[in-house]
């Protein structure tokens, strides 16, 4: 029975989120600690896991036939690379920080920097775009470090809190892209595996759909129930349910968690009493 094969960063944030939304679509993984490969005991699936910036080229030569990996690492390694699914997760920027000290108006300030990354060709386009000269040093591993040591005038990687940023003294100047997990597809994938990978793209889009909204329940008068009908966005229409008590009903819907509050202020005002609101698992529509 074919499987199909799909990497994920071997260790660290990305990795985690990897897994939870794999264990959040039903699918069970054992993956003993150390493992190069683990497959899924309850659907066709086995999980590599790679070096990150490996990732795009075992797409490439359809050693994999998917991954969940950055977008920042496929502008740098794999730009032909199709993407079917942005996942919402592990968000990040790839931005220029220089020293704090040092001011910064435009771009032209870079022109005749040394700029240390460990993402030469993002660079090197952005750059080019821009008509800027600068000097490039490719570094792998802690970027940041350059500017004190004196490497670099400025650096370009990923900055997530931007907690690394401060601690060495170095501030944001310049956002190059902004980045977050995707599922991304290998151009070699066959045609059984990509049947099973839009099984789990379905799965997957009914989880995040789960995590971007909020099941409410709410009691109202019955003469308030039109006003409130017109508050819910809902999927269709809210289900309504009579209550024991004279006069009142329950209203179900669902909220966008963006609007919830805004929803849930307008929905008291309204008369609404007794809202309760519950995360959803998943949503199929």
């Not at 074919?2 to 660290?12: E, N, P």
């Not at 470090?145 to 310049?174: H, M, Q, R, Y």
Request: charge should be neutral; include cysteine; proline fraction near 4%.
């Amino acid at each position: 029975m074919k499987k199909l094969k799909i990497a994920v960063q071997k260790s660290g944030r990305l990795n985690e989120d990897s897994m939870k939304i794999l264990r959040d679509v039903g699918i069970s993984i054992d993956n003993g600690k150390d493992q190069l490969k683990a497959s899924a005991a309850n659907f066709p699936l086995e999980v590599f896991y790679l070096r990150n910036g490996d990732i795009p080229q075992y797409l490439n030569d359809g050693v994999v036939d998917a991954a969940i990996i950055g977008e920042n690492v496929l502008f740098e390694k794999g730009r032909e690379i199709k993407t079917v699914e942005k996942l919402g997760f592990s968000k990040c920027k790839v931005s220029v920080a220089i020293p704090k000290s040092k001011s910064y108006n435009t771009l032209s300030d870079l022109n005749g920097k040394r700029i240390a990354t460990s993402y030469p060709n993002t660079v090197k386009e952005f750059l080019k775009e821009n008509g800027v000269n600068a000097e490039l040093h490719i570094i792998n591993g802690s970027v940041e470090i350059a500017p004190n040591i004196g490497l670099a005038d400025a650096i370009v990687d990923i900055v997530s809190s931007g907690s690394t940023l401060f601690k060495n003294n170095l501030k944001e100047v310049e956002v190059l892209l902004k980045s977050e997990a995707v599922l991304a597809v290998s151009p070699k994938i066959g045609e059984v595996e990509q049947t099973i990978l839009q099984r789990l793209q379905f799965r997957i889009q009914s989880v995040l759909k789960g995590r971007q909204n909020k099941y409410v329940l709410l009691n109202a008068p019955n003469d308030k129930i039109d006003d409130i009908i017109r508050i819910l966005p809902g999927m269709n229409s809210p289900t309504i349910m009579p209550l024991a008590k004279e006069g009142w009903s329950s209203l179900h819907s669902v909220i966008n968690k963006n609007e919830f509050w805004e929803v849930i202020d307008e929905l008291k005002l309204n008369g609404a009493e007794g809202i309760l609101v519950c995360p959803i698992e998943n949503m199929v529509l």
